[in-house]
């Protein structure tokens, strides 16, 4: 069905894919690893020549033993959707937000001439008939990616590529998507190429797996040989960085030591009404001084809701945020001291950095704006090198898309760093980080909680993260606290239903 020969690619004078050769049949699912840059992504929009003009393709992509680089744009057009199709990794920004997901799911029908019907292609996904009504914000995320599942089967092809198609997506989301992808490729004889930097996915979803490194692949074979006993030490590494629940050698933290002190932050019986709908209902919660708390649950939980609220970005509508012992104020000048005893990292440092500002000012923005000058420069110097920017000077000037993922996290760290906050509250700091990228900011996390004291909400999915980290998880459900405990207790005994069946939802190795 598709068969890659010593493809090559290169952007201007980078050759960023180098004689990868693959090739996959009907029925079979083939996984594409590798971190960010590896070439993996080029790759799946070489099967469809979705490069960019100025990219220079050598070797044979061929789908059903045509070439694709020698097609017709006409006869390009007619392959495109009917013979493979793409599901891309933000659903989000891949559907038009002022048109209806049936009239969308049904334009490459109607573009194509093929027969079939909306409702049933909702179907096919597990979403509801009537949900073709509806527009891509009033889904939730694993919602909008069935969407695009359905429009990529919407012209019955034989290959689907799928880049990256859970991302972001909660443990429980995320395995009912690759159920459904599982499900589709048995049923309808699919061929199925997934893209994926988590070993995780693939190793849940196929049967053969390749591994890509700087443009090459290093390493292929069946997926659970390949993850079993790796030839290549990058394969071994990728395996490595995956945290296994249970397991103490991915136990990265030591208990923090226990505090008879009243806790650095207190949360008591915490209600946020958002008009109708209650988003947080009844919360208790404590973080203890050095102390790191995981706040784990599916997406709509409540969880960045109760993280506003502590931030003081969102006024409760009964209950209390009480920090070193006394509430956490409205509004002025007392709410602006508390911030700086209170930071937040945000999960995309992409969309936290302003892509015109350098480093340095992007760090220095927080003593600019409480009014500390003073010895600007030799602070914010301090700052980066303690975010393991090291030496500062080499970063100081450089704009955020000259650096990687996992640089500029550690820049949006250093931010907060600079103001010496005791407290910070850490909204999926790793979410969409390569798995060793993902470690490097986890180890920077423990080291500044044992060197500066300081402690630690971390708001996440991951349940492998929480149990490297945390010393204690709280699991938010449909805006409570239904559990929490010890790390250990909460993630391999749960005593609630749901910490059950997100702890069983967690994808494994």
């Known amino acids: 069905m598709l068969e890659l020969r010593n493809l090559t690619v290169h952007h201007g004078s980078k050759r960023v894919v180098?004689?990868?050769?693959?090739?996959?049949?009907?029925?079979?699912?083939?996984?594409?690893?590798?971190?960010?840059?590896?070439?993996?992504?080029?790759?799946?929009?070489?099967?469809?020549?979705?490069?960019?003009?100025?990219?220079?393709?050598?070797?044979?992509?061929?789908?059903?033993?045509?070439?694709?680089?020698?097609?017709s744009w006409g006869r390009l057009r007619a392959v495109r959707w009917s013979s493979a199709s793409i599901v891309f990794q933000g659903a989000m920004h891949s559907l038009n937000p002022v048109r209806r997901v049936g009239d969308q799911i049904a334009e490459p029908m109607r573009l194509h001439g093929t027969p079939g019907s909306v409702a049933e292609l909702l179907e096919q996904v597990e979403l509801?008939?009537?949900?073709?009504?509806?527009?891509?914000?009033?889904?939730?995320?694993?919602?909008?990616?069935?969407?695009?599942?359905?429009?990529?089967?919407?012209?019955?092809?034989?290959?689907?590529?799928?880049?990256?198609?859970?991302?972001?997506?909660?443990?429980?989301?995320?395995?009912?998507?690759?159920?459904?992808?599982?499900?589709?490729?048995?049923?309808?004889d699919l061929g199925?190429?997934?893209?994926?930097?988590?070993?995780?996915?693939?190793?849940?979803?196929?049967?053969?797996?390749?591994?890509?490194?700087?443009?090459?692949?290093?390493?292929?074979?069946?997926?659970?040989?390949?993850?079993?006993?790796?030839?290549h030490p990058h394969t071994a590494a990728l395996a490595a960085a995956f945290p296994v629940i249970g397991d103490p050698a991915h136990r990265w933290t030591e208990p923090s030591p226990e505090s008879t002190r009243e806790p650095l932050l207190a949360v008591r019986d915490l209600v946020v009404d958002y008009g109708r709908t209650r988003a947080v209902d009844g919360v208790d919660l404590e973080v203890g001084q050095g102390e790191i708390v995981a706040l784990v649950g599916q997406s709509g939980s409540g969880k960045t809701t109760l993280a506003r609220t502590i931030m003081g970005l969102r006024a409760p509508s009964s209950g209390q945020v009480l920090f070193d012992g006394v509430p956490v104020p409205a509004k002025g000048k007392a709410l602006k001291a508390l911030r700086r005893q209170v930071q937040l990292v945000l999960q995309d440092p992409a969309s936290a950095l302003n892509p015109r500002h350098r480093v340095a000012d992007a760090v220095a923005e927080g003593l600019r704006v409480h009014g500390l000058t003073d010895n600007l420069d030799a602070r914010v110097a301090e700052a980066v090198e303690r975010a393991e920017l090291r030496p500062a000077s080499l970063y100081l000037d450089a704009l955020p898309h000259e650096l990687s993922g996992g640089q500029q996290q550690r820049v949006v760290i250093a931010g907060a760093?600079?103001?010496?906050?005791?407290?910070?509250?850490?909204?999926?700091?790793?979410?969409?980080?390569?798995?060793?990228?993902?470690?490097?900011?986890?180890?920077?996390?423990?080291?500044?909680?044992?060197?500066?004291?300081?402690?630690?909400?971390?708001i996440t999915h991951d349940l492998g993260l929480a149990w490297q980290v945390a010393d204690r998880v709280a699991v938010m459900h449909r805006g409570r606290v239904v559990e929490q405990g010890?790390?250990?207790?909460?993630?391999?005994?749960?005593?609630?239903?749901?910490?059950?069946?997100?702890?069983?939802?967690?994808p494994t190795l």
Not at 40 to 54: D, E, F, G, H, I
Not at 56 to 68: A, H, I, N, S, Y
Not at 432 to 439: C, E, M, Y
């Open 192 to 231: 199925l190429l997934m893209i994926s930097h988590d070993l995780s996915v693939l190793a849940s979803t196929c049967t053969d797996l390749a591994v890509m490194h700087r443009g090459a692949v290093v390493e292929r074979g069946r997926t659970r040989e390949v993850i079993a006993a790796p030839r």
């Open 486 to 506: 010890p790390a250990g207790q909460v993630l391999l005994s749960p005593s609630h239903d749901y910490t059950r069946a997100l702890v069983d939802a967690a």
């Open 18 to 71: 180098d004689d990868v050769s693959l090739t996959l049949a009907p029925g079979r699912t083939l996984g594409l690893a590798g971190e960010s840059g590896s070439g993996k992504s080029t790759v799946a929009m070489s099967v469809l020549r979705l490069l960019p003009k100025s990219a220079r393709v050598d070797g044979q992509v061929l789908l059903d033993g045509e070439d694709v680089g020698t097609m």
């Open 128 to 188: 509801p008939r009537d949900k073709a009504r509806a527009y891509p914000h009033e889904l939730s995320g694993g919602q909008k990616q069935r969407v695009m599942i359905a429009m990529a089967l919407a012209c019955r092809p034989r290959l689907v590529v799928a880049d990256e198609p859970t991302t972001a997506l909660d443990v429980l989301v995320q395995a009912q998507v690759l159920g459904v992808l599982t499900r589709l490729v048995a049923e309808q």
């Open 417 to 458: 760093l600079v103001l010496g906050p005791r407290l910070l509250v850490a909204d999926e700091p790793v979410a969409s980080l390569d798995a060793s990228v993902r470690g490097e900011v986890v180890a920077l996390l423990l080291r500044l909680r044992r060197e500066l004291g300081l402690a630690c909400l971390l």
